[in-house]
């Protein structure tokens, strides 16, 4: 009995603890099903863990919502005016003057500078000549101003038949109506600049397709010199005599060859070199450069060379270079990544209608003037000699389908009208 009522007071206890315990598990669960299941929102739930992160999540997935809808209303209004106000980007005039196939139906003129300007009333030079012959006519580029084919045409002639030339190989000219060039050169654009190569023309007359396989050879035998083997004195007098012309304003050739020439000539006359001008590249050919002719008034002239021959810089470079050569490779100094500043990679701006001359584009959107289709010649009909006519005053000759188509017209009227006089 002792021991019972002792043990008394703590059963109590935990009962009590028991109880308090169902209280706070037991039956909140039993609210929650219960308010689940009358579709109660989760607002009066009370301030549960279970309940914020729901809410949270609820809060964020409008907030996100709101965010996609605020993005993709910008991205539509972006649209819009990108659609509206989005400027459209210059066409390169290369892609303009390049897709013309024809010269411009206008009277000569060489509009702008060499290297920015167009070219109205060009000139084709013949694919084939007496004493030249075109390369590479897949280019479209034998086209000038009428007085380039003209000296083209007499230094060809005056070569064959003073310098020991077979003839001349003349690249590459301008196109049609002139402008900037899809690919290649930077100048070429008035009609006043032409390539001739530096190599004899064969003694046989080339094919279209042998025209753009053919190579030409460069003068060159290092960065220094000409090659003995290559270059004769033809070369010389070829050069000698372009830039004796009085129409030639400037003729490119490479340094090695002005060193050449600079030491070829001791006697005579050397005004002429001041014309020739050393310029990178022009290995394998010589570009000659005639001044704005008579009657272009929108051509703008290029500075006049110097008096002197330009020997004196030539040499200096000539004997520097040489020098540096000359030197061991452990010995040559370096140049200082870290004393220099970096070099910005200088980008070329876009050529377009807008940086050339106004009257470009009249020339661009000008009438093609076709080329002039000459009669080709046929044989004429065999006459029947008729009694009492002799032979000798029938005539076999070729004439032209114009001419003969008349003589027919004539030939049946006059008939028609034997016909139909009255017979006595």
């Known amino acids: ?43 009066h739930l009370g301030t549960g863990r279970a309940a914020k992160g729901q809410a949270a999540e609820n809060r964020a997935s409008k907030d996100q919502a709101g965010k996609d809808r605020m993005r993709m209303a910008r991205r539509s209004s972006k649209k819009t005016l990108t659609r509206k106000h989005k400027k459209k980007r210059p066409v390169a005039a290369k892609r303009l003057f390049g897709a013309k196939r024809h010269a411009a139906a206008m009277a000569p003129q060489a509009i702008g500078f060499y290297t920015h300007g167009c070219l109205a009333g060009g000139v084709q030079l013949p694919a084939t000549g007496p004493a030249w012959q075109a390369m590479r006519l897949s280019r479209n580029r034998n086209w000038g101003h009428p007085a380039l084919i003209k000296l083209i045409e007499r230094l060809a002639t005056d070569a064959k038949a003073h310098d020991g030339w077979n003839g001349l190989l003349v690249g590459d000219l301008a196109q049609p109506r002139g402008g ?121 002239a290029q500075t006049p060379p110097l008096n002197s021959d330009g020997c004196a810089y030539i040499l200096k470079w000539h004997r520097n270079l040489k020098a540096w050569l000359a030197r061991p490779k452990t010995i040559r100094r370096k140049k200082k990544k870290t004393a220099r500043k970096k070099r910005r990679h200088h980008r070329r701006r876009l050529l377009t209608m807008a940086r050339l001359p106004a009257r470009c584009r009249a020339v661009l959107n000008a009438k093609a003037a076709l080329p002039i289709k000459v009669p080709q010649l046929v044989q004429a009909p065999q006459k029947v000699a008729r ?31 034997s016909i139909l006089r009255p017979s006595h």
């Open 1 to 43: 009995m002792f021991r019972a009522n002792r043990i008394l007071p703590f059963r109590n206890a935990f009962a009590l603890i028991a109880a308090i315990v169902f209280s706070f598990t037991v039956v909140p669960a039993v609210m929650v099903v219960q308010s689940s299941a009358k579709t109660v929102p989760t607002s």
């Open 180 to 300: 900037p060039m899809l690919s290649g050169h930077h100048s070429h654009q008035v009609g006043l600049d032409a390539d001739v190569w530096l190599r004899q023309m064969p003694n046989r007359v080339l094919s279209r397709r042998q025209r753009e396989k053919f190579q030409p050879i460069s003068m060159l035998k290092n960065s220094l010199d000409v090659n003995p083997k290559v270059w004769t004195d033809k070369h010389l007098r070829l050069i000698k005599r372009a830039a004796s012309y009085p129409q030639v304003e400037r003729i490119f050739v490479n340094r090695a060859i002005k060193y050449k020439l600079c030491k070829s000539t001791v006697k005579g006359k050397r005004g002429w070199l001041s014309k020739v001008r050393p310029w990178a590249g022009h290995y394998y050919h010589m570009h000659i450069r005639i001044k704005c002719p008579v009657g272009s008034i929108g051509c703008k």
């Open 387 to 417: 009694p009492g006519v002799s032979s000798s005053r029938l005539s076999s000759r070729p004439v032209s389908s114009d001419r003969m188509s008349s003589g027919l017209a004539s030939s049946g009227l006059a008939e028609a009208r």
